[in-house]
């Protein structure tokens, strides 16, 4: 970026760097490390911070401030915050800090609300979050080494972070704000490329914007091999570990890299995350407080992660992907002490009484829980399957090509696209369709003259049989299930990576739609124009197919649960905002989680559904007044 520029912003973030929110910065504040005991000094002193771990992306803004306040009443002095790069940089240069995304906002109802902030700007940022948090158009530039000191990785992370740092510095503790440390990159030891100027180029950038005086860190896991490529002078190295961890084993890891200055757990595993088709994950309410005690007693820091999770609405979730793919579900609860709902559970008031044992708890009730309602069944009716819809939600029609595309090539980033060719050959007898180099990235339901006739997917569906006549029709649409967030394989491109195989032939002449589908309902489809559905039957289909229904007012727009029984895999909007993926047939999620302000106290709510493989007979969905999971999911 231009230095004439950089001058410009850096002027400007010290020209609001003096006071924030009209008051002007007492000379007093301070915020720094005490190398000679061991531990941080706010305002000169000792101070230990008790941190819990809460994602403004993944709560929508109504209750950011109900979070907070019951995280501020469990007797926590301050939060961890992850800026995911995008969320807020969805398209190259187009920024977005309104909404659900105005983390300033966010941060200002901590500052009122008496919390401190850890925050976490990435550019990488992991979180089980789509990419880790890196926006997936970064991919458009072929054999970029994501997380590295590549040139083109590296202008699009500056012309980020002079957008986003500048307004941090505001709210840095010495400036008047409530930022007490800012997190450099995440566990980057366990990234292959271990590149050290990757890492000094961000420690420069982040002392350019933020100034010298800010506590600048790193958090990596507990190895030594982790904490060598993930730590570098000047960024004070943290440790994470969860409840399974000997403590003073990992604290003296942190010591041979930190020989003084306090010690600190960034990340203490409170519960963990979920998979699809896994075993829903817990963590020992007991357990975790025992353990927090036990390190509040050495005097240490600690961030529990999380304590109120979330959801990953939309395609926000990521995936891993160590021996197979695997996409993380829509709830990010994680066994949270703050349930998905923001509900406070047993094991926030276990972490409490712990946490009475060190600080002053703030007197007075802890917040309840927001009030779930049971609005009962609603029917559906079928809009029809997507191929005979193509007209609505792919207005541009189709790219031509002889080879797929994969969705960056289309510049399509998240979501599902359709892939159209016709048999090259009559198939009386079951042949079958395969992706010999596993390029379906990541599920693909295919059918033939609009019949559904299976699926493939990553790593464990690579062939499936198809029969039919030369010219038939072959639909293939794929889905986007959440791009890896972790390891040396978070640079996943999305839809037909390779060519498909059919018997003999390689199958060419594609037409690749890109599909507009959360815009097109963002408009009110299908809801506008029910005319036409209005005699539509209702039995169900089998294969890629939207269904609608509205959920009738009552007055009430209380929080409330989405159970899909008997219904498949599919996605979910309501008015018009995408709740997240739904797959009841695998679990362990079961219900999604719905809050009350995205519902209408007075107006019909408008229920839109893909159903990407089979609906159920009675076409009904269930709004309960409470989360439902299966723990039978998953491998024994
Ligand atoms: C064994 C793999 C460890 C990967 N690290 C994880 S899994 C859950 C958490 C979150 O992703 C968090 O964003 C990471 O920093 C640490 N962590």
Not at 91 to 108: A, I
Not at 138 to 143: M, S, Y
Not at 321 to 350: I, N, Q, W
Not at 478 to 485: A, I, K, P, Q
């Amino acid at each position: 970026m231009a230095a004439a520029a950089f001058l410009f912003l850096f002027a400007g973030s010290f020209a609001f760097s003096s006071h924030l929110s009209g008051n002007l910065v007492s000379a007093s504040r301070s915020f720094s490390i005490d190398y000679k005991n061991n531990y941080f000094l706010k305002d000169g002193k000792p101070f230990q911070y008790i941190s819990g771990s809460i994602h403004y992306s993944r709560i929508p803004r109504y209750y950011w401030k109900d979070r907070l306040v019951k995280m501020y009443m469990t007797g926590l002095n301050a939060i961890q915050v992850y800026v995911p790069w995008n969320f807020h940089e969805a398209t190259q240069g187009v920024y977005n800090f309104t909404g659900d995304r105005d983390l300033e906002y966010f941060l200002k109802l901590a500052n009122q609300t008496g919390l401190l902030v850890i925050l976490r700007p990435g550019p990488y940022i992991c979180a089980e979050w789509e990419m880790g948090g890196l926006p997936a158009w970064l991919l458009q530039k072929p054999n970029i080494i994501l997380r590295s000191a590549d040139t083109d990785y590296l202008d699009a992370v500056d012309n980020w972070l002079a957008v986003l740092l500048p307004k941090i510095k505001p709210w840095l503790y010495t400036n008047g704000g409530n930022i007490i440390t800012v997190q450099v990159e995440n566990e980057y030891g366990s990234y292959y490329a271990c590149d050290f100027n990757y890492m000094r180029h961000l420690r420069t950038m982040f002392r350019f914007f933020l100034g010298e005086d800010v506590v600048l860190f790193t958090t990596d896991g507990n190895t030594d091999k982790e904490m060598t490529c993930g730590t570098l002078d000047g960024l004070y190295a943290t440790v994470d570990f969860g409840t399974d961890t000997n403590i003073s084993d990992a604290f003296k890891r942190q010591r041979r890299f930190e020989p003084q200055g306090p010690l600190v757990n960034s990340e203490f595993y409170t519960g963990w995350l979920d998979h699809w088709e896994d075993q829903h994950a817990v963590v020992d309410a007991q357990k975790v407080s025992r353990v927090l005690g036990e390190m509040l007693t050495m005097g240490a820091n600690v961030n529990m992660y999380m304590f109120e999770g979330g959801t990953n609405f939309g395609y926000w979730n990521g995936a891993d992907h160590d021996t197979r793919f695997r996409s993380v579900v829509t709830s990010y609860d994680y066994d949270a002490p703050l349930t998905e709902a923001g509900d406070p559970t047993d094991k926030l008031l276990a972490i409490r009484d712990v946490i009475k044992q060190f600080r002053e708890v703030p007197s007075g009730p802890m917040p309840p829980a927001t009030p779930k309602f049971a609005y009962g069944f609603v029917m559906l009716k079928k809009v029809g399957n997507i191929s005979s819809l193509l007209d609505t939600i792919s207005p541009l029609g189709p790219v031509r090509s002889e080879y797929p595309l994969t969705f960056e090539e289309m510049k399509q980033y998240y979501g599902y696209m359709l892939y159209h060719t016709t048999l090259p050959q009559d198939l009386s007898e079951p042949t079958p369709l395969i992706s010999p180099l596993n390029g379906v990235h990541d599920r693909a339901y295919v059918s033939v003259n609009g019949v559904f006739r299976g699926l493939l997917q990553r790593d464990t569906a690579l062939v499936m049989n198809v029969t039919g006549q030369q010219g038939d029709t072959l639909d293939i649409l794929v889905e986007n299930m959440g791009r890896v967030n972790f390891g040396s394989k978070i640079n996943d491109y999305k839809g037909l990576l390779s060519n498909l195989i059919l018997g003999k032939d390689t199958l060419t002449d594609w037409k690749i739609y890109s599909l507009d589908i959360d815009g097109t309902i963002s408009q009110g489809w299908p809801h506008s124009d029910n005319q036409r559905f209005l005699s539509q039957q209702r039995e169900p289909s089998v294969g890629p197919t939207f269904y609608m229904g509205t959920l009738q007012p009552n007055g009430l727009a209380w929080d409330t649960f989405l159970r899909l029984n008997g219904w498949t895999k599919g996605q979910v909007w309501i008015n018009g905002v995408n709740l997240g993926r739904y797959w009841p047939a695998s679990g362990p999620q079961q219900t999604l989680y719905i809050p009350g302000p995205l519902l209408s106290t007075s107006l019909p709510n408008n229920i839109t559904l893909l159903e990407l493989e089979g609906a159920p007979e009675h076409l009904r969905v269930l709004f309960m007044d409470r989360p439902q999971l299966n723990f039978t999911a998953g491998k024994s």
